[in-house]
């Protein structure tokens, strides 16, 4: 017992002078009783010098980050600031929530449509974009990069036409009727997914140019490029695929990789997941930022009403 007590105080020091700590004092204080440490300690309390996660001073490197090098204190601080953000973005998403019901009952009420909650409220994201002329350099890199993909694709051998496997008539049914208000929904996001095609080449692949030459066998790789290449417009938005115009995707969706076909934001595969198998299919679509609502749509079967969005519902305050 005489030895666990030693140990305990030799392991605990005063934070400012390191004078060894007895174990009763260790239990109340990271100081010594010395009444320098205490005044030197308030000091540099008010001039925010301690680590925030075990007290002790900092060095002069570490003033901005506020944290000591002890590799404890820097795994607390990161799990800290991930469970304020992800409290923060929780927050934001209830208020925006609930914002956009408040939207969904005053255009109900403007339009005289009875049971506005039969609209189901569909938070996604918005793409915010300035339209642009496709600079020069970006069109070359897109084709020298095309040109190397059709190089590949052309040393494989031509494919098969796969037909896909037949999905049951339920599953067809219920697509057939998702196809146009999940297309108003992108139609209010505006390309939100869209941006990652600005990195990755409008996400077009080996697979892609495959599939595409299984549909023309007969065309040669310069035609394969021209086909391509003749989708791109002048104008493009801002910082986004090189086929991203305002009204919409330029490239055919034969010619799109698979992944612009089937991707669905989470929103959308909510709303499709909890639309009914019968009766009329309506959403109330809201495209947000992080924190504010951007735009509305209010969608009934195959149309849909852009919603104007008033200022009180494109702020969220945190």
């Known amino acids: 017992m005489m030895t666990d007590t030693v140990s305990l105080a030799t392991t605990s020091t005063c934070v400012i002078c390191d004078t060894p700590l007895s174990w009763n004092r260790a239990q109340i204080s990271r100081l010594c009783i010395r009444a320098e440490c205490a005044w030197r ?17 900092l060095s002069t490197e570490n ?69 642009t002329h496709l600079p020069a350099q970006r069109r070359r890199e897109f084709r020298d990069y095309l040109n190397s993909l059709i190089d590949r694709a052309m040393s494989l051998p031509v494919p098969p036409v796969v037909n896909p496997e037949p999905m ?48 023309h066998p007969n ?18 938005c801002e910082g986004s695929c090189v086929y991203h115009r305002v009204d919409g995707c330029s490239l055919p969706r034969e010619m799109r990789a698979d992944i612009c076909n089937d991707f669905y934001c989470g929103g959308l595969r909510e709303f ?8 009329p299919v309506r959403g109330f679509f809201v495209a947000t930022t992080d924190d504010a609502i951007q735009r509305a749509a209010l969608v009934h079967e195959e149309q849909m009403l852009m919603v104007p ?6 702020e969220c305050s945190d």
């Open 41 to 57: 300690y308030s000091l540099l309390q008010k001039q925010n010098k301690l680590c925030r996660m075990c007290g002790r001073p």
């Open 63 to 131: 003033w901005v980050s506020g944290v000591c090098t002890s590799l404890d204190c820097r795994r607390a601080i990161v799990a800290q600031q991930a469970k304020e953000d992800h409290a923060r973005r929780v927050r934001r998403e209830r208020m925006l929530r609930q914002q956009a019901g408040r939207l969904r009952d005053q255009v109900a009420t403007h339009f005289g449509i009875g049971k506005p909650k039969s609209f189901l409220l569909t938070v996604i994201p918005a793409a915010v974009h300035q339209i």
């Open 168 to 215: 049951p008539e339920s599953v067809l049914v219920q697509n057939a009727r998702l196809q146009v208000p999940s297309g108003s929904a992108c139609a209010c996001c505006q390309g939100s997914c869209c941006r990652g095609g600005a990195y990755t080449h409008a996400y077009l692949g080996v697979e892609t140019m495959q599939r595409y030459r299984a549909a």
């Open 219 to 236: 065309q040669s790789s310069r035609q394969i490029l021209a086909a391509y290449m003749r989708h791109i417009r002048d104008e493009t």
């Open 272 to 279: 499709r997941a909890n639309v009914p198998v019968t009766g």
């Open 309 to 314: 969005t008033p200022p009180a519902a494109t």
